[in-house]
């Protein structure tokens, strides 16, 4: 079984997930390296994979954001309940939604491709809103991608997204609901961020700007390192940029003062597995760790900021397998386990007094 997901949170030493190849909503141990099953997700079938795209925390409330799940889902860490809430999707893309912020007492959940309105969730009301798509404010010409965005920031009640492929960026004001398309001077743009007071635009072509006073500021890497594939950039609590690749450079960045990317030197990292290509797309923070989420793995990776080391935190194959069985049996249902041998309730506590 694989420890996959993108959708996660960290609360004391525990990472709560929803798995990338089932239903299940599962914590592991970051200190002891062990999972335990929780629950499955109401209202979806057993077998769906790719249920979340990205948590959000709100207070003692976490919202699961839909990737392919039909529902939202909001779970309370003190109860651990789970309540979900049904939402309108155009079709049954995996791109219906790209991202969500939470601004104020509400989060919303942007749109993935350009027919899918903005869903707007208010946690004190517990009502579900549905804006407005960005179909008639984005040319079709310019958008050639099975997804329109995948990552959004806001500034304030402005929230925006970088339309993948084009120069375009879209804004929308939550005050309003007004929309608007900005002009930008990057080709190829991939995702935008929004950190320390100044915008970030990664492209699909490994470039990064900085957006300063009217202008979009390239950032200068080491003339002898190339990146051909976007970055994800990640701000811990204090004001240090980071850079993580998706490429094959093997190469964590931060930025410095004259806006140089300047390379954490002896870091291994891995970009691809089972001939998958892995792109580090969500991430939370650990006291003075940074984990980093990934969609095809069999692990997490961690980097200490403060030794600048990396390192990697999986299950052992017995450890794997135990999670197998205690899932499948939790769900009442016999399956082949990954050695082939049928699963039951005996054979599952044998496996435990192994």
Request: aromatic fraction near 16%.
């Amino acid at each position: 079984m694989n420890f996959s997901f993108n959708a996660g949170f960290i609360e004391g030493n525990m990472i709560y997930y929803s798995d990338n190849f089932c239903n299940s909503l599962s914590a592991f141990n970051l200190k002891t390296n062990t999972i335990n099953f929780l629950c499955q997700f109401p209202d979806e079938k057993e077998n769906q994979v790719f249920l979340h795209k990205k948590a959000f925390r709100y207070g003692e409330q976490v919202v699961f954001i839909p990737e392919t799940a039909k529902n939202i889902h909001i779970l309370n860490i003190r109860t651990k309940e789970i309540n979900a809430i049904p939402v309108e999707k155009w079709g049954e893309r995996r791109f219906s939604f790209c991202d969500a912020t939470v601004i104020g007492d509400s989060i919303w959940i942007m749109p993935g491709n350009l027919e899918q309105k903005i869903v707007k969730y208010s946690f004190k009301k517990n009502i579900v809103e549905y804006i407005t798509s960005f179909k008639y404010y984005v040319d079709k010409s310019y958008f050639n991608q099975k997804q329109l965005a995948w990552r959004c920031c806001n500034k304030d009640e402005i929230i925006y997204l970088g339309v993948i492929g084009s120069n375009k960026i879209i804004s929308f004001n939550t005050l309003n609901n007004t929309v608007k398309v900005i002009e930008s001077s990057v080709e190829a743009i991939d995702s935008i961020y929004y950190f320390c007071d100044s915008f970030w635009i990664c492209s699909l072509n490994g470039k990064v700007y900085k957006y300063d006073l009217n202008k979009y500021n390239p950032i200068k890497f080491p003339s002898e390192e190339k990146a051909d594939r976007p970055f994800v950039i990640v701000h811990s609590q204090d004001p240090t940029i980071y850079f993580i690749p998706s490429n094959n450079n093997n190469q964590i960045y931060v930025i410095n003062e004259s806006n140089e990317a300047i390379a954490i030197t002896n870091l291994e990292f891995e970009y691809s597995y089972n001939n998958r290509f892995v792109r580090y797309e969500n991430w939370c923070q650990w006291n003075d760790k940074i984990v980093l989420f990934t969609a095809y793995f069999d692990k997490i990776v961690l980097f200490d900021r403060m030794k600048m080391s990396l390192f990697e935190s999986s299950l052992s194959e017995k450890k794997q397998n135990m999670y197998t069985i205690a899932f499948r049996i939790a769900t009442a249902r016999d399956v082949i386990m990954a050695e082939g041998e049928l699963c039951s309730l005996d054979s599952f506590v044998n496996e435990l007094n192994k």
